[in-house]
């Protein structure tokens, strides 16, 4: 393909991924304030970590649990962007395969047979960070709101609460990829066993300081949960690609230890060159003709 082939490519790619979000979108911003199959509203959902924290810790105005708007059309706004959010996650197998689709023209064959895993296993993945995020966030948020004791009370705008709970739902989903982005490396050749298990260390430590950062909240629950969970993902990438490096040894030894994706060695025996003419591939003594 030409440059600009590949770039008509990538925006079709893109167009198709970004009307899968909007779609989704559109099906979030009604399922906001709508009741679907007896489920509670997409509303309730997002502000139900903000609604367990004690009623003497939050305002509740006419004994409802309510965020604040301060603005005109905020709540407007603050619908579109979590019915958008909501699109991106249900839909996100779309997208994946959009941006698989498009880098796996330029990958080996046997690279490109785990489309497929990479779109469902990364899909899980990003739904299984979200869904901790979700539940570990009234914890975060109970803890953070527990200073100051009795002389504060926690009353959020709808835009401060909505971030936040955004927030930690992107970076935990994210976060939880990191296994996957291991093994495909793993799988491709790019790193091996050997040398993520050297790095461990180091990347235990880097783990605990991204969970810092990203964690939305900065408290330290919230930090805790992700680095713990991060961690155990990780090892469990390093046992894969452990388990996936030993089958490629077997597999290597049983046909002569030769790589099909590797050059032949040269035979460079001070017989195999002769000191007046070109590299031999015997070690006779007899001159070629």
Known sequence: MTLVDHLYELRYRFGVALLAVVIGGIFGFWWFSHQLFGLPSLGEFVTGPYCSLPSDMRLSPNDKCQLMQTRPFEVFMLQLKVGLSLGAVLLSPVWLYQFWAFIAPGLHARERKFARVFVGIGSLLFLAGAALAYFVAPKGLAFMSGFGGDAFFTSLTGGEYINFVLLMLLFFGISFELPLVMVMLNRAGVVS?????????????????????????????????????????????????????????????????????????????????????????????????
């Not at 040398?195 to 950062?213: E, M, N």
Request: charged share 25%; hydrophobic share 40%.
């Open 193 to 289: 066993y050997v040398k993520l298990r050297s790095w461990w260390r180091g990347s235990v430590f880097t783990l605990f300081v991204f969970a810092a950062i990203a964690t939305p909240g900065q408290d330290p629950l919230s930090m805790l949960v992700l680095a713990t969970a991060l961690c155990a993902l990780y090892g469990l990438a390093l046992l894969i690609c452990r388990s996936h490096d030993r089958s490629k040894a077997r597999k290597q030894g049983a046909e002569g230890n030769l790589d099909p994706d590797e050059p032949s060695e040269l035979d460079t025996r001070p017989s195999a060159v002769d000191a007046d003419g070109p590299v031999r591939s015997g070690g006779g003594d007899d001159e070629a003709t």
